[in-house]
């Protein structure tokens, strides 16, 4: 099994919709991250979690939220979905124990199209 | 604001060759450089970490360089084979910001 999970894969809505992205890893790490990918961009970071209780905006986390249910858990929610969140969404882990910096895990991803 | 150039964005080799692909950041405070591959469909795979301190990590045909005072590092790829087909993307972490900040990646094709 992936260490680290993401759900749905796919997915399509409309304008104006809760979508709620899911999250699980099996690593045991405390870090928890939430990228987009849009063509030509690279990844951006929307959020991050160094643990149950440390949950920071990233660089775009306008339009997001987050929760952090559990340290294997870390979920994005768009409250109101717009075409301009059409993407492909990461979610990826790292431990904590160099000190910040240590190599990312990653998700197959989730490719969100908003109608 | 950290940023990360990747050039070329697309790259066409065939097989048997060696390249270099290239990634150059703004602002040199830098706490490491990862290299990570990306494959359609199975997200991003982490292929050298290099700390600040270090001048360069290698990796079977791998083989990250980092000049930190330039900005630059370079991923050397020795016999290149159609399964290294994918995008490579370069990422800095700055400690201050706590995050990794990505390039936009070299698409590579490696022709048989």
């Known amino acids: 099994d992936a260490d680290v999970t993401q759900t749905p894969r796919n997915r399509i809505t409309k304008t104006g919709k809760r979508i709620m992205l899911e999250c699980s890893q099996t690593?045991?790490?405390?870090?928890m991250y939430w990228y987009r990918q849009d063509p030509g961009l690279g990844l951006r970071l929307i959020y991050y979690s160094f643990d149950v209780k440390d949950i920071n905006k990233g660089e775009i986390s306008d339009g997001y939220s987050v929760s952090r249910q559990a340290q294997a858990k870390f979920s994005l929610s768009l409250e109101s979905a717009i075409p301009n969140q059409t993407a492909l969404y990461f979610c990826?882990?790292?431990?904590?124990?160099?000190?910040?910096?240590?190599?990312?895990?990653f998700g197959p991803g989730t490719r969100l199209t908003v109608l | 604001k950290q940023e990360v150039t990747q050039i070329p964005a697309a790259l066409s080799v065939p097989e048997g060759e060696n390249l270099v692909l290239n990634c150059s950041f703004t602002?040199?405070?830098?706490?490491?450089l990862q290299w990570f591959r990306q494959d359609p469909g199975k997200g991003l795979t982490s292929l050298l970490l290099i700390q600040s301190s270090q001048r360069e990590q290698t990796s079977g045909r791998l083989n990250a360089s980092l000049d930190k005072s330039s900005g630059r590092s370079t991923l050397y790829i020795a016999a290149s084979q159609p399964g290294d087909s994918a995008t490579y993307l370069c990422a800095v972490y700055s400690g201050s910001a706590r995050q990794l900040t990505f390039g936009s990646g070299t698409q590579l094709t490696v022709l048989p």
């Open positions: 990826a882990t790292s431990d904590a124990l160099g000190g910040g910096g240590d190599t990312q895990y």
């Open positions: 690593k045991g790490h405390d870090r």
């Open positions: 602002d040199s405070a830098i706490y490491n």
